[in-house]
């Protein structure tokens, strides 16, 4: 059975940082691609950021690039996200997603498997 499991979220001040992490287990792990999306109340979920099967390639949503780092350890079975420079409008809860192929945020249904988030609150 496939666990996917996301920690590290809580309430920061506006410019402040946390690094989320996410465990999977029950899988290849480096047969998938992991990303990490977000959901804030009322909107859809969207994209943040996405690594490749081997870590050597990486995709970011515009809002986050410069600030969102991904990285994944295929050892440890873990993909994180650290965020600096945290903004009000990042607060969402933040959700960790597999899949076997790298899709576009756009097809985010289409992920194979989800952990159940963990919540990130920035304050002003």
């Known amino acids: 059975q496939v666990q996917v499991v996301e920690s590290g979220g809580g309430s920061v001040q506006a410019g402040e940082s946390l690094r989320l992490s996410c465990t999977a287990s029950?899988?290849?792990?480096?047969?998938?691609?992991l990303a990490w999306f977000r959901q804030a109340p009322g909107k859809e979920r969207e994209g943040v950021a996405a690594?490749?099967?081997?870590?050597?390639?990486?995709y970011y949503e515009d809002s986050v690039k410069g600030r969102f780092t991904i990285s994944r350890d295929n050892v440890k079975n873990t993909v994180d996200l650290q965020m600096n420079s945290l903004k009000p409008e990042d607060s969402a809860m933040y959700y960790c997603?597999?899949?076997?192929?790298?899709?576009?945020?756009?097809?985010?249904?289409?992920?194979?498997?989800w952990g159940q988030g963990t919540q990130v609150t920035v304050s002003s």
């Open positions: 690594i490749n099967w081997g870590g050597d390639s990486t």
């Open positions: 029950g899988l290849t792990f480096d047969d998938y691609v």
């Open positions: 997603a597999a899949d076997l192929i790298f899709l576009p945020f756009s097809r985010f249904r289409e992920y194979k498997f």
